[in-house]
């Protein structure tokens, strides 16, 4: 998982949250679990990269939902997800927006 170059913080509504590989014994069959007792996203390695790295947003989905208490359901998380993912592949001359409005916001 290491060469996907996945970030190991990231910060959600003034919180520091992880991610970080999961044993077997920690996920069992699940691709991923998103921790809010332990502010942490915990991905297997079992799987391809596509697999990883959509599991990370979808993961992320239900970070903003806990955090938000949206009480979202598996398949809204998942379409959310897929969207989000999808519209960013496909229009990615949105991302420096993001980015510099932040980098403005710091100013
Ligand atoms: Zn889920």
């Known amino acids: 998982?290491?060469?996907l170059n996945i970030p190991a913080e990231f910060k959600f509504m003034g919180r520091t949250w992880q991610?970080?590989?999961g044993t077997v014994q920690e996920l069992g069959t699940?691709?991923?679990q998103c921790r809010q007792d332990e502010y942490t996203i915990y991905l297997s390695p079992a799987y391809p990269d596509q697999r990883?790295?959509?599991t990370l947003f979808h993961e992320l989905v239900h970070v903003w939902e806990t955090e938000l208490n949206l009480h979202l359901t598996e398949d809204q998380v998942d379409n959310i997800s897929v969207a989000m993912t999808h519209?960013?592949?496909e229009n990615p001359e949105f991302?420096?927006?993001l980015v510099?409005?932040?980098?403005f916001e710091q100013e």
């Open 1 to 3: 998982m290491e060469h």
């Open 19 to 21: 991610v970080k590989p």
């Open 30 to 32: 699940d691709l991923g």
């Open 52 to 54: 990883v790295i959509a």
């Open 87 to 89: 519209w960013f592949k």
């Open 95 to 97: 991302i420096p927006l």
């Open 100 to 103: 510099d409005d932040l980098e």
